[in-house]
């Protein structure tokens, strides 16, 4: 079955670095998104992203954060200058469409810890 | 805004037991349900969706019911085993304008053997 890939597993990074997390959507998917997860909180929506641009971001994707599709098939969320409270697991998902009818496919996530 | 509410976990069962997690929502219109399930180490996985009213999604045993009047969509099983011991996650999205998840706070199975 297809997968959704990310890279690292786990990143720990020093506050004010910047850090770059991969994903590799499925193939003949068109919607990329990622989403986060602060330890015990909930799952929460942070950027969704088709034909090359951003179609909604949530107040959490500030300016520290961006995305970007560099080469057709990887899907990067960059942080520009970490802060402690961007320490959270990282999903990346994939659909085929954009639709509510087609459920998300997930990647494993990357657990980033800032110290 | 659009919310999911999930019951507190941990659950404990012991293997053979019934299984319900509540999940209500709220949200305008009519919104498509997701339960997701996340086992230890590894992504958020469909377990099963209904995308309309009275609408029952099912999949390896679990069974949830898209309930509009009481604006819930609980997840059961007949019959837990150890293997289903993963924290579970119901989900809702819009069906126009904007389609991203609102995710609950996800409830922690745990199945003794």
């Known amino acids: 079955e297809p997968e959704v890939t990310q890279t690292p597993s786990h990143q720990v990074t020093q506050m004010g670095q910047e850090v770059i997390l991969r994903c590799v959507p499925i193939?003949?998917?068109?919607?990329f998104y990622w989403y986060r997860q602060i330890l015990g909180q909930k799952v929460e929506f942070l950027v969704s992203?088709?034909?090359?641009?951003?179609?909604?971001k949530s107040e959490i994707f500030d300016d520290q954060f961006s995305v970007e599709r560099p080469d057709g098939s990887n899907f990067t969320l960059k942080i520009r200058s970490t802060k402690l409270e961007d320490s959270a697991m990282y999903f990346c998902?994939?659909?085929?469409?954009?639709?509510?009818?087609?459920?998300?496919?997930f990647g494993s996530g990357t657990r980033l810890t800032v110290v | 805004g659009d919310s999911v509410t999930q019951m507190e976990g941990p659950v404990t069962l012991s293997e053979e037991a019934f299984l319900t997690i509540n999940c209500t929502y709220t949200a305008t219109g009519y919104p498509s349900l997701f339960w997701y399930v996340q086992y230890p180490g590894e992504g958020l996985q469909l377990l099963l969706k209904a995308t309309k009213a009275d609408d029952k999604g099912s999949n390896k045993g679990f069974e949830a019911t898209y309930r509009k009047e009481t604006t819930s969509f609980h997840l059961e099983k007949g019959s837990v085993q150890v293997s289903d011991s993963a924290v579970y996650f119901c989900?809702?999205?819009?069906?126009?304008?904007?389609?991203?998840?609102?995710f609950g706070t996800g409830t922690r199975l745990k199945v003794l053997a």
């Open positions: 998902a994939s659909k085929i469409r954009d639709s509510s009818y087609y459920g998300y496919t």
């Open positions: 992203f088709y034909n090359n641009e951003i179609s909604e």
């Open positions: 989900a809702l999205s819009r069906t126009s304008g904007t389609y991203k998840y609102i």
């Open positions: 193939s003949n998917h068109l919607y």
